[in-house]
């Protein structure tokens, strides 16, 4: 279900950096500890997961954005972030964050793992 709203993207050049945000506008996820994280959708390609954030604190990042995003989110505020630098072409798709009040402590690397979607902004890198 969609809950989360994303924003931060836009059209870039190689090279250069974003900073992705995701918010509970209405602070509905606020009474329970979750995981979450962002995932992208390439054109014609499947959604897949890129990077989580786990209720304890934990990362994981897929190998073709390791060393260039960094997940990070603001407990206080309801907020995800996605520091990315060095962007590249291929990383030109939607970005979509999601959260889990199920499981929080497991950082899931499949959609079904998140019950809690934004609707995704675009971010698109020329070369």
């Known amino acids: 279900q969609e809950h989360l709203v994303e924003s931060g993207g836009g059209l870039v050049q190689a090279g250069d950096s974003l900073t992705l945000s995701c918010v509970d506008s209405?602070?509905?996820?606020?009474?329970?500890?979750?995981?979450m994280a962002w995932f992208r959708q390439a054109p014609g390609k499947d959604r897949v997961f890129i990077a989580g954030?786990?209720?304890?604190?934990?990362?994981h990042y897929v190998d073709s954005v390791k060393g260039r995003f960094t997940i990070s989110r603001d407990g206080a505020k309801n907020t995800m972030y996605l520091q990315m630098n060095n962007l590249k072409p291929e990383d030109t798709a939607v970005y979509f964050c999601?959260?889990?009040?199920?499981?929080?402590?497991?950082?899931?690397?499949?959609?079904?793992?998140?019950?809690?979607w934004g609707q995704g902004t675009l971010v698109t890198v020329s070369s």
């Open positions: 999601a959260a889990d009040d199920k499981n929080p402590e497991i950082i899931h690397t499949y959609s079904m793992g998140y019950d809690y």
């Open positions: 209405v602070r509905a996820l606020s009474d329970s500890d979750i995981g």
């Open positions: 954030i786990s209720s304890r604190s934990k990362t």
